[in-house]
Nanobody, 125 residues
């Protein structure tokens, strides 16, 4: 299995941008589909974005489409989440996730094989 460590969270004003990174250690990163989830205070963890193991397919939650972009660099064992036009409702702990099954199922947290520890994103109004 891989181990995942997120970075890049912080405080940003509404309308600003942040880029999250998730570095993976262990073997076979390039065989995992990777995703991002988030959990706001008092709410359930929700799907944000997913990218297939080869980078050839991505999908997004409706709430972030057109603002967030997921990408990966298999040579660096890293997946990224570029977040633009941030809104206060994007405030949450963001978690990196890995799954070795079908990429489309990574929209559902129940199918996650491995979680990162999370990184906090706070968007001020």
């Amino acid at each position: 299995q891989v181990q995942l460590v997120e970075s890049g969270g912080g405080l940003v004003q509404a309308g600003g941008s942040l880029r999250l990174s998730c570095a993976a250690s262990g073997r076979s990163f390039s065989s995992y589909n990777m995703g991002w989830f988030r959990q706001a205070p008092g709410k359930e963890r929700e799907f944000v974005a997913v990218i297939r193991w080869d980078g050839g397919w991505t999908d997004y939650a409706d709430s972030v489409k057109g603002r967030f972009t997921i990408s990966r660099n298999n040579a660096k064992n890293t997946v990224y989440l570029q977040m633009n036009s941030l809104k206060p409702e994007d405030t949450a702990v963001y978690y990196c996730a890995a799954d070795s099954g079908l990429a489309s199922r990574l929209r559902t947290s129940a199918y996650v094989d491995v979680w990162g520890q999370g990184t906090l994103v706070t968007v001020s109004s």
